[in-house]
C-alpha cells in the first residue's frame, strides 16, 4: 500500500475516532477529554518538510473543528505541534541513522525511550495549548486548567499507549540502494 493511501486511510480513521468515540464518552467529557487524533500528525513520515507538516496539520485540525463545531480550536494545537516536531526529531535521535534509515517515528525506527519522550512532550503541549485556548474562553480557575491538562495528558498517554500495542506499525528499513 503506498504512504499517500495509507496516510488518508489514516486522516479519516483518526477524525472517526475522535469524533463518534472519544468526543462522546460521558463521564470523562466534563474534566478529562481523551485526545488521540494528534498521533497522526506524529506518524507522518520524516521526509515531509515542516511547511507541509504545518499545513496537513493545519487541514486535519481544521476537518475536525469541522465536525466538532469548534472553529480553530484543534487547528492550532496541531500546527503548534507540527511546528516542534523536527526540532524534537533531531534532539532525540541521531539524523545519520534513524531518519534516514526510516520512513516515520515509530517504536521500532526510534526505539521505546525516544518514541516514548517524543510523543509525551508533543502530547503535554498540544493538550497545554488546547486547554489554554479553552480557558481563556470559559476564565476557569489556574487549577482547573492544571488538573485538566494533567488528566487529559495522563489519558491520552494511555489511550496512545494501547493504539501502539494494537496497531504495531513495523518500518520497513529503507536502503540507498534504488
Known amino acids: 500500500m503506498s504512504d499517500l493511501?495509507?496516510?488518508?486511510?489514516?486522516?479519516?480513521a483518526f477524525?472517526?475516532?475522535?469524533?463518534?468515540?472519544?468526543?462522546?464518552?460521558?463521564?470523562?467529557?466534563?474534566?478529562?477529554?481523551?485526545?488521540?487524533?494528534?498521533?497522526?500528525?506524529?506518524?507522518?513520515?520524516?521526509?515531509?518538510?515542516?511547511?507541509?507538516?504545518?499545513?496537513?496539520?493545519?487541514?486535519?485540525?481544521?476537518?475536525?473543528?469541522?465536525?466538532?463545531?469548534?472553529?480553530?480550536?484543534?487547528?492550532?494545537?496541531?500546527?503548534?505541534?507540527?511546528?516542534?516536531?523536527?526540532?524534537?526529531?533531531?534532539?532525540?535521535?541521531?539524523?545519520?541513522s534513524t531518519e534516514q534509515s526510516y520512513g516515520s517515528p515509530s517504536i521500532h525506527s526510534m526505539g521505546w525511550a525516544p518514541y516514548g519522550l517524543l510523543v509525551f512532550v508533543l502530547t503535554l503541549l498540544h493538550h497545554s495549548y488546547l486547554v489554554a485556548l479553552e480557558w481563556l474562553q470559559f476564565k476557569e480557575s489556574f487549577f482547573y486548567f492544571v488538573g485538566k491538562v494533567l488528566a487529559s495528558t495522563a489519558v491520552s498517554m494511555v489511550l496512545i499507549l494501547v493504539t501502539e500495542l494494537l496497531f504495531y506499525r513495523k518500518e520497513r528499513y529503507r536502503t540507498n540502494a534504488a
Open 15 to 96: 477524525i472517526l475516532v475522535q469524533v463518534f468515540i472519544l468526543h462522546k464518552i460521558p463521564p470523562l467529557h466534563r474534566f478529562v477529554v481523551p485526545y488521540i487524533y494528534f498521533l497522526y500528525i506524529i506518524w507522518l513520515p520524516f521526509s515531509i518538510s515542516r511547511t507541509w507538516l504545518m499545513v496537513i496539520a493545519f487541514v486535519f485540525g481544521l476537518t475536525l473543528d469541522y465536525f466538532l463545531g469548534t472553529p480553530g480550536l484543534h487547528a492550532a494545537p496541531c500546527v503548534l505541534i507540527a511546528y516542534v516536531r523536527p526540532f524534537l526529531v533531531n534532539m532525540l535521535i541521531r539524523q545519520e
Open 5 to 12: 493511501l495509507k496516510n488518508m486511510i489514516r486522516f479519516a
